[in-house]
């Protein structure tokens, strides 16, 4: 039989009607159990796949999900889609991944795009620029035409309405700039992601809160912004730590940078924690591998791929309790990059 089979080639074969041929594979009533497993032999003889679409469009369900990550380099987006995979796939749900690049215009034209396909849910990590600039607009757009949506990793302003699960970031780095004030360090720096983003500006207010706890004046020089290109990031490393008065440890904000502040320190000869203290942010297992291994505040991140899987799946089953808010707390990895800088 050349051709994709049908139900109807399947009918045809057995000599019975296609509806009687949809409601045995569709394990529907009014199918004896003799001829429900002829019909499932034939169709299985005969290379029979259901078709998906024709599915959805009778039952208006596509058992699909869009997944908005801002950057799917950073392992932390492929850890967290690990965590809604575990969720989803028992569900027989499907994700599509849609890589923003921390471009606003992108994620809009993916959010417009994921309606025209008629997923049931989105699951983002919203942009958000230094300005205050967001796409909250396209996400209402998106609810108020059915489409669940739930935040993870982030927040934006001006929707007050969204299921999220997200880390206490704030904490997270006032007990990294916390374990190294006991170590004897209080010349500490700050590398920064992209400024504006939800994370960066939670993590930096940590960061001076804790500073400002401590009685610590870190030099604004060595508060480090907007470290996304690799080559730029390295020239900023470069010229806090060739100061004659550069700081004695560093905080990363993401698993990108502990590794570029790493290979800063390499190429200027600086041992790690002898001559520089490495606090890192996020937990791959580079963090092991490197030479020393990395003290690290590493964040739940499977966890919270499963909890944001699980409460969009509630919004799509009915759900409709008020605003759901999880926030989640980081551990501090201690292994080998602080030490106490020389003379303490």
């Not at 497993?37 to 169709?43: G, L, S, T």
């Not at 470069?238 to 290979?263: C, F, G, H, K, M």
């Amino acid at each position: 039989m050349a051709g994709k089979t049908t139900i109807k080639d399947i009918a045809k074969s057995l000599g019975i009607s296609p509806s009687t041929v949809s409601r045995a594979l569709s394990n529907g009533p009014g199918v004896g159990g003799d001829l429900r497993e002829r019909i499932r032999k034939v169709a299985s003889q005969l290379n029979y796949v259901p078709n998906s679409s024709a599915k959805s469009l009778r039952t208006r369900k596509t058992k699909t999900i869009g997944l908005i990550v801002s950057d799917i380099r950073n392992p932390f987006f492929l850890e967290f889609m690990g965590g809604v995979e575990t969720v989803l796939f028992p569900r027989e749900f499907k994700f599509i991944v849609c890589n923003t690049g921390e471009d606003s215009k992108k994620e809009e034209i993916y959010i417009r795009w994921l309606m025209e396909h008629g997923v049931e849910g989105i699951i983002s990590s919203p942009y958000q620029d230094r300005e205050g600039n967001n796409n909250g607009t396209f996400y209402k757009k998106a609810m108020n035409s059915g489409i669940h949506v739930v935040f993870y990793d982030r927040l934006i302003e001006g929707i007050s309405n969204i299921d999220s699960v997200t880390l206490d970031n704030e904490q997270a780095i006032m007990n990294g700039v916390f374990y190294l004030k006991d170590r004897g360090h209080e010349r500490i720096a700050l590398c920064l992601h992209k400024r504006g983003i939800y994370t960066i500006e939670e993590r930096y207010s940590g960061f001076k809160k804790a500073c400002a706890i401590l009685g610590i004046h870190p030099d604004d020089r060595w508060v480090l912004e907007d470290m996304v290109n690799y080559s730029v990031s390295l020239d900023k490393l470069r010229s806090i730590l060739t100061l004659a008065d550069r700081p004695t440890a560093v905080i990363s904000t993401n698993q990108y940078l502990n590794e570029t502040v790493v290979r800063a320190a390499r190429e200027l000869g600086l041992d790690i924690p002898a001559d520089l203290s490495l606090m890192g942010f996020d937990d791959s297992s580079l963090n092991e591998l490197i030479d020393p291994p990395v003290t690290t505040i590493r964040q739940p991140v499977v966890d919270m791929g499963k909890i944001a899987a699980t409460l969009l799946l509630g919004r799509i089953d009915g759900d409709r309790g008020e605003q759901t808010r999880v926030v989640l707390k980081a551990e501090l990895l201690e292994r080998c990059s602080v030490a106490s800088p020389a003379g303490k």
